[in-house]
C-alpha cells in the first residue's frame, strides 16, 4: 500500500462495502487514519488492512487532520450517526447511500456529501472499483472537489448526481439487481426441489444479460408471456400450485409482461 496520500480520510462502518473500499482507496494513494464501526472486532480487521489506521470507539474524528470522512453504514443509521459523530473543522463528510439524500447530512452545511458506487458488495467477492461507475453529490466546492478526486483515483465512471436522480438510479439498480436475484433463487430452488441441477440455466443466464446489455432488454424479451402463449403459462401455473406465492410472482410478471408490450412496445418474439 501506498505511504504516499492525497486525501487524509476517516471512515465509519465495517461491512461488505467498507472492507472492499478502505484498501481500495489506499491503493489509490490516499490515507485511511481512522475507523469507527458498532462491530469493534469487525473494525479491528478493518483496521489491520490499512497502512496506518486507529480504531475508534466512538464516532470523534476530531483529533485527526481528515479531509474526508466516508459513511459505509445502513441507510437508517446514517442521519442519526451525522448528528452524533465529530469531524474536524472544514472536513468534508459523505455517504454512500444510493436511496438515501444528501439531506441526511445537513448538519454538516456546505461539507456535506455523497459518494455512491454503484455496485453489490458481498464477501469474499472482490470487485474491481476501476468498473464501478460512482456518483457523487456535494453541498460545497470544496467537498466536491474531494469526491471528484477520490472517484476519480479509483473510477474511470464518475457522474455528478443530484439525490433525486440518485433516488431513480437506486430503484432501477434494485429491479435489475435485487429483483433479478431474487428470481434466479426461486428458479434455482424448484430445480433443486425437481431433482435437477441449477447448471442446467447458467448458459441461459449468461445469454440474457449478454443479450440485455449488448442490444437492450427492451428488444431481448422472450417467453411464453410475450408470445402470448396461454396454454403454456397456464400449465407452468399448474405445476406451481405447491408454491402460492411464486405462483402469484409468475402470473403477475407474467401479465406485466403481456400488457407491456400489448401497449406497443417492440421486440422478439420468439
Known sequence: MSK??????????????AIQLAPALENAGHRVMACHSLHLNKAKQLADRMYQCEVLHEPDFAAYPLDLVLMAVSDEAIETLAAEMTVPENCSVAHTAGGVSIEALAVFGEHAGVFYPVQSFSKGRKVDFEMIPICIEAIGKTTEQRLYQLGSSLSKELYYLNSVQRKDLHIAAVFASNFTNFMLSIAWEYLHEQDLTPDLLVPLVRETIAKAIQSGPESMQTGPARRGDLEVVEAHLSRLK???????????????????????HKGDSL
Request: zero cysteines.
Open 242 to 264: 405447491a408454491h402460492p406465492a411464486w405462483q402469484r410472482l409468475y402470473q403477475e410478471v407474467s401479465a406485466a409482461i403481456q400488457d407491456h408490450y400489448r401497449l406497443g
Open 4 to 17: 504516499s496520500a492525497k486525501l487524509k480520510l476517516g471512515i465509519i462502518g465495517s461491512g461488505n462495502l
